[in-house]
């Protein structure tokens, strides 16, 4: 007997799906799962210009249109989905990626089937973490200073009502289960798993291809603001006066939509202030081959200054390649390290003094840095998620 499984997308850079870490995550995960079972029948709801399907027992249903942070969380097109499911096999489990939609996908399937079908909630990003046991509110969601709460309200509410709540790190479970005990005292929050996301197998058996000239530095993150991008720029402007070096920025952001650039006009800014810096070059990969290719070309990397991080596949991908990334020591980056802990930095000046040593010679074998991720293989993550997904089904 087969399983039919609703998987709601969470594609928030529909400019360029290859650079979208939630497109990224889904589309390997269920790749490896289909081809392990063949009783597994996955429908995705999708990008109306992905246009393609992923594989054998995989249906990608084309809903959404456009995207920006704030439609991509609060439009929930019951009426349109609803016609959608009446046309599906009957759902056996939802898989969403979205948790502001959590409650609803599971009312609409629950009024259609006059049962409740299970439902598993993703969180790929919270609006929110603790600075010395206070709460503080991601200001890229904070718009005039006042969504940011009510948002992460959604996401806890999304923990109550999910059958089982999967996030990338125990820093994530942390503060969830922390807010919840804030806002919501004595509320229930369903069962919580550690899935990270995955690491694509060809970064691990790609060879090191570093051409010995100038070192090259790597920040492969989104240009946001609130990942630290202005500061960590001007950290790299000081320390250009001392050191040489090749700042590569692979930057996803790139192709973003008028709509994008007008909520956050900020990118644009720190993307012009790179092209006026003499050591810095935009390195923008349009596939996955050309994003491996700038990753086994670097030296090092940084990685975002973001303290609500929960977990980075940025940063997991160039441990993977066997090359070090320098991280905060905050959020999920501990654990993104844990077997070279010497890459984690508490200060400014920590992280001008271990770029240095770095950029004079790396203390780490690639063996030692790729053990960092090994447990976050594409293959094992598929494997947890669909141990996960039939223990729920059972």
């Given at each position: 007997?087969s ?35 063949e009783d ?8 109306k210009?992905?246009?393609?399907e ?35 096999p ?48 991601d ?21 109550a ?8 790190s ?12 804030e ?18 197998q ?22 946001y ?7 960590l ?22 192709k ?40 086994n070309?670097i ?6 200054l ?11 991908d ?17 654990e ?56 729920i089904?059972?």
């Amino acid at each position: 007997m087969s399983m039919n499984i609703l998987v709601n997308l969470n594609i928030s850079n529909d400019s360029n799906f290859e650079a979208d870490s939630g497109y990224i995550f889904q589309k390997l995960i269920w790749e490896q799962i289909c081809s392990m079972r063949e009783d597994i029948n996955v429908f995705l709801l999708g990008h109306k210009s992905m246009g393609e399907e992923w594989g054998r027992h995989m249906k990608i249903i084309p809903i959404f249109e456009k995207f920006d942070k704030y439609s991509t969380r609060f439009h929930f097109d019951w009426l349109n989905l609803r016609e959608i499911v009446r046309n599906l096999p009957k759902i056996d489990l939802v898989i969403n990626n979205q948790p502001e939609h959590s409650l609803a996908l599971k009312l609409l399937l629950a009024s259609e089937y006059n049962k409740i079908v299970p439902l598993v909630s993703y969180y790929h990003y919270l609006p929110f973490h603790y600075i010395n046991g206070k709460i503080v509110f991601d200001e890229s969601q904070n718009l005039l200073g006042f969504p940011a709460k009510f948002i992460m309200k959604k996401n806890l509410e999304a923990m109550a009502v999910s059958d089982l709540n999967l996030i990338g790190s125990d820093f994530g479970i942390e503060i969830c289960r922390k807010a919840c005990q804030e806002f919501y005292p004595g509320e229930k929050l369903g069962p919580f798993k550690k899935l990270p996301p995955p690491v694509e197998q060809t970064l691990f058996k790609q060879k090191q291809h570093t051409v010995k000239s100038l070192p090259k530095i790597l920040y492969n993150q989104r240009l946001y603001k609130h990942y630290g991008t202005d500061k960590l720029v001007d950290i790299l402007c000081d320390l250009a006066q001392e050191v040489r070096f090749e700042l590569i920025v692979s930057d996803p952001t790139a192709k973003r939509s008028s709509e994008r650039n007008r909520l956050d006009p900020h990118v644009a800014k720190i993307r012009e202030k790179l092209n006026g810096l003499p050591f810095a070059k935009i390195q923008h990969g349009e596939t996955r081959e050309d994003y491996h290719s700038i990753i086994n070309n670097i030296d090092i990397a940084i990685a975002p200054l973001k303290p609500s991080a929960l977990w980075s596949m940025a940063v997991a991908d160039v441990l993977a390649a066997g090359k070090p990334v320098l991280c905060p020591n905050v959020g999920a980056f501990p654990e993104i390290v844990e077997q070279t802990p010497g890459l984690l930095f508490d200060s400014e000046s920590e992280l001008i003094s271990k770029l240095k040593q770095l950029i004079e010679k790396s203390k780490y074998s690639e063996e030692q840095l790729k053990s960092n991720v090994k447990g976050v293989h594409e293959t094992q993550i598929a494997k947890a998620m669909m141990k996960i997904v039939l223990g729920i089904k059972l």
